[in-house]
């Protein structure tokens, strides 16, 4: 049985192992280069400060995590989250991400944060339809915006909203 629970410092090895490949094999990521566990710690650190952080496992083994990270450092954008989602390759099709983007979304409702975006690099059918499915809506296309592995992508931003601000909705915990 999956189980989501808050990420914990001590999980950014893992973590990291779960990015990796996306680093180094996709444009998923923009990254460039694998981060550290130490600076993947900071990162989880700075995240947690103000966003949840979670992380799906079974039978003690990380499958994979979300996280919320503002979307624009303005305050009238405080009631909206650019999220992020990233699988070990043995969990995609399983319900993983499912079950992680419903325990984010529960999570960021209670903080009364009520519209999700989500930032994909450009084409990745699998993202796009996850996040189609999920009741996401394509809301901008931007051209040849990051260049990884000799050649310019595309992102599109997706979004969903959660909620509204003034209305009350119950508190739960995971």
């Known amino acids: 049985m999956i189980k989501v629970r808050s990420v914990a ?7 990291v192992e779960i990015y990796k490949p996306y680093v ?22 700075k995240i947690i400060q103000n966003y949840p952080f979670l992380v799906a496992e079974e039978n003690s ?11 624009y450092p303005k305050d009238a954008y405080k009631w909206t ?16 991400g499912e079950t992680l983007y419903s325990n984010l979304e ?10 999700l975006t989500s930032c994909i690099a450009y084409p990745d059918e699998g993202s796009i339809s996850f996040h189609e499915k999920r009741g996401f809506r394509k809301v901008a296309h931007f051209e040849k915006v990051g260049y990884k592995f000799d050649r310019w992508w595309d992102v599109v931003w997706y979004q969903k909203d959660i909620g509204d601000k003034g209305k009350s909705y119950k508190k739960s915990v995971l």
């Open 9 to 15: 410092l001590e999980d950014a090895k893992y973590l």
């Open 61 to 71: 083994k990380i499958l994979g995590y979300a996280y919320a990270g503002e979307f």
């Open 24 to 45: 180094e094999e996709t444009a998923i990521t923009f990254d460039y280069s694998v981060p550290s566990i130490y600076e993947f710690e900071e990162k989880i650190a």
């Open 106 to 115: 529960r999570e960021l409702l209670n903080r009364e944060i009520y519209h």
């Open 81 to 96: 989250a650019e999220i992020t989602i990233y699988l070990a390759k043995e969990a995609r099709g399983k319900g993983v």
